[in-house]
């Protein structure tokens, strides 16, 4: 006696949850001449680390202050300057209807709270503080790297990122709490990549091509004041990177 068998359908995909480091171009203003001339200015400084990345754009403070723009002629611009755009944020419902047209994914704001949310929080709140702080602690997963970060190479960290070693120019480490290196820091450095305004970026050696906190970064460029050769802690306050010794 036989038993018939019958293959399975090759499994062709699969859906992962991934955290992505995405730039985000946060608009102040309205005036598209401005725009176009300070994101050229911008594109000049690092043209390759720019070229064809993706960009969300976040209308956020236009959208508080009222101050109209058109979502075609920002998509226009920015990809004159070599941006993908991905999607956009904080925007009036009349551009999150414009950009669901243009097939752009609309992105809610970090921290913006619906009603399911805002009963999810108040019930979190009132579970016992040492249950919290258990959770809290199991969802920390920091990252201890001891040999050089090389041209090429990716490491993310979901809690802090530590590496005693060089990170060499062309290579990334992320980070979702801080940044610790006890080499020369050459590539790029994201700390606090989902948002912690609080994360700090620490190196012995400041020669960074990029680094970033909570979305706010410098380049190179603007980090030609700081002599390199000593040890350094990067901060975020008021939106704008502060370098001091250690």
Do not use: W
């Not at 410098?218 to 000593?230: C, F, G, M, T």
Request: glycine share 6%; hydrophobic share 40%; proline share 4%.
């Amino acid at each position: 006696m036989s038993i018939g068998t019958e293959s399975l359908p090759m499994l062709a995909l699969e859906f992962k949850s991934s955290t992505l480091t995405v730039p985000v171009l946060l608009l102040a203003n309205n005036d598209l001449v401005t725009i176009d001339q300070q994101l050229q200015n911008k594109v000049a400084q690092a043209p390759e680390f720019f070229k064809n990345s993706p960009l969300l754009i976040d209308f956020q403070k236009l959208t508080a202050q009222s101050l109209p723009i058109t979502l075609s002629e920002v998509i226009d611009i920015v990809r004159q300057h070599g941006f993908m755009p991905i999607g956009i944020r904080g925007g009036s419902e009349q551009q999150n209807t414009e950009a669901l047209a243009m097939n752009l994914p609309v992105h809610n704001l970090v921290g913006q709270k619906t009603e399911q949310t805002e009963k999810k929080i108040e019930k979190n709140l009132s579970t016992p503080g040492i249950e919290n702080s258990t959770a809290q602690s199991q969802s920390i997963e920091n990252k201890l790297i001891t040999h050089p970060v090389r041209s090429g190479q990716r490491v993310y960290a979901k809690g802090d990122l530590i590496v005693t070693a060089t990170v060499s120019a062309g290579a990334e480490i992320m980070a979702e709490g801080n940044i610790h290196v006890y080499g020369s820091l050459r590539g790029r450095a994201l700390a606090g990549v989902l948002g912690d305004e609080n994360s700090r970026i620490f190196c012995s050696d400041l020669q960074a091509e990029l680094i970033s906190i909570a979305g706010t970064y410098q380049l190179r460029d603007d980090l030609s004041a700081y002599a390199p050769h000593k040890p350094v802690q990067i901060s975020l306050e008021n939106q704008k990177l502060i370098i001091k010794d250690i």
